[in-house]
């Protein structure tokens, strides 16, 4: 927001150079992103009047310029600006003149006829980045005129950038309200005089708002006799220092309040409204609307318009209708100072596509209880600077007025956040320097009573920033410390440290998302969950309605955005909550772990550029697991089959511990990758963290080394294509005896020798006795055994001796 320091300075009197201001409120908490100054124009720039146009003899789009600078003489001067017009008055730069950049007017020929000056742009200016055409000032204007004289003296403006949670700054007021408390000064409000005739302004209009939700106050004031022009100077040179382009003295008035109290206003052609009448309500099916900019917009249910007694006028909050704009013929004006629900317009913002100064603020969060003043503020300066008449009273329509709150901030806990001690007596003044009313001031606690436009401060910590903000730069240093609690248990963070440690090891790379997101991408990958998810009351956006209850669809838009920039080989982990409906209906957390892999991730060399498959890809994910499982010391999980939302059929598998499913990995369906263009296999994987880590730190049993060698025996099995590894390893170690130390698959195959869905799968069995070498025959023996058991539970059959 650019802030005048001229129009600063009549509401509030302070004694400081400009740096020192910019330094005071910076520390407040409003960053000063710049200065510059306006106004003062360029020196030798004059009003220059122009009295004929020709055509250029040599190009189509120049033409030649009669001007008369206020010197003996017209000049000729050469112009493809496409608003020149005859009578116009245009900022004319001479001869000589050195403009913005050190560019030097000189008397040189434009294909082949004699320019003697320049017609220039606010651009060429400096006074602003347009460059659509020549700079059109009043005709009051006399030729000749410096353009100093035109644009006033120069004067500071002061960029600042305020902070979400203060939209009571958007506003000349509110600044100026800081500024008072930071100087110890008072705020000067604008003295508002209001004559009324005797007209009652119920017999002009009245006003229906259907949705006292949307629309919790709206006032309405009608002026009369209105005579539509130029603003005066001072005002253009406000509104154009802040940004705000000039357009007619009703139009800028509406602004020039808005800028000031931060309320947006609207002024509506009364003869334009059918019935001459106001109503606030939803569209109906097939409304639309002509907005200000000239664009034909289709309005929604869910949207809030204003209407008159047959269609749509304005987009509430937003823009106003192109047909109940003020122009030159309007003589009789409706004033709306509204306010409406930040949610509501943010939502129809988005929508359209469309932002404007008055939907930033309403956005943010506009005071209802300043509505009233505004339009006062407003009608006051429309009386006396359009000679409007004023119909007595205003049409005000609105929900419960806004009620005010107490809040406590007792001073030892502010010595404690702070660091250093406030009697309650100077706590009470900055209090009330803020315009908090002080109920009470004892050395237990000051209690205050906080206005409406303070919608911020709803509890102790609030006050003691308040506090803290004006007195920054007392705040003594801070050292960093640590405290050792004897009795605090910090194994759940060294097992988490252990879990990012292990994942990094095994060369996956971390990543961080919010924990909310959009209801839309945890339906792409399970619908099933809508009923457990959490849905946020007030989203910042609409992108951010719901927290997650898993990792993964944002670990795949994570590697699809990857693909998206040309990396075709991702290997990521994310740690972080995901949230549920728990019991009661009350929102239940729980911190979980997932894996994303992308490309040839688990090969090296030359076989890195050949094509990957969902089995390798099922093969990687389900070894990642297994290395990090052994590196946690997990003990006792399984994989089962079993196929999820987002996997591809067959390749699912959940990670079972104790008997509870405590995670899933698998390969994401073809489907759903293809919604980010990813053409290639990925593998995932998500978990519960607190059941992988139950055993991080468990001292492992140590066994001595083997004091007699083992024996090996090899195995193929010819087994049905559906037979699983785990069922394998569960006959056979229900079948061995305790001499049978590993069990390890070497190979898998499949080929049309087998037979249809066969497979054969080649196992090493290694054998060793405690207390003595173990002999051919007792292995062969045990190796028997553990044959015969897998003939008959599997079914399988054997082949003897296969080298791995």
Known sequence: MNILLSWLKDYVDFEDTVEGLADKLTFSGIEVEGITTVGGGVPGVVVGAVTAIERHPNADRLTLCKVNAGGPAELTVVCGAPNVAVGGMYPFAPVGTVLPGEFTIEKRKVRGVLSEGMLCAEDELGISDDHEGLMELDATWAPGTPMAEVMGPPETVIEVEITPNRPDCLSLLGVAREVAALYGTKLKLPTINLSESDVPVQEATSVV??????????????????????????????????????????????????????QPLHAFDQKWLAEGRIVVRHPRSGDT????DGVERKLEPAMLVICDAEKPMAVAGVMGGENSGINDATTEVLLESANFRPAAIRATSKRLGLMSESAYRFIRGVDAEVAEFASRRAAHLMCELAGATLLAGCLDVRAEATTSWNVICRPQRLSTLLGFSATPEDMARVFESLELTVVSCSPEAVEVTVPSFRADLMREADLIEEYARLHLKALPPVRSMATIVPDADDQPAQAQARLRDVLVGLGLQQIMNYSFLAEDLLDLLNKDSAPERVKLANPLTADHTVLRDSLLPQMVETIGLNVSRQVDEVAFFETGRVFRQGPENLPAEQDHIAIGLLGPVGRTGLERFQPVSERDMMLWIKGLWEQAAAALQLRGASLQPADRPWSEPGRGLEIVTADEVIGWLGVLNGAIAKEWRIHEPVGLLEAAVHPLLKDVGALPQLTPPPTYPSIRR???????ADVRHEQVLEVARAAAPAELEAIELFDVYQGKNLGEGRKSMAYAFTYRAPAGTLTDEAANAFQEKVNTALKAHLPADIRDGVSP
Request: proline share 5%.
């Open 209 to 262: 708002v259907e949705d006292l939700t949307d629309c919790p106050r709206y006032t309405a004031r009608v002026l009369r006799h209105v005579k539509v022009g130029p603003s005066p100077a001072w005002m253009k040179r406000r509104l154009e220092a802040a940004g705000i382009r000039a357009i007619n003295n009703i139009v800028d008035i509406t602004n020039y309040v808005m800028l000031e109290c931060g």
């Open 289 to 292: 609307i002509l907005t200000l």
């Open 714 to 720: 090899d195995v193929a099995l010819i087994v049905a």
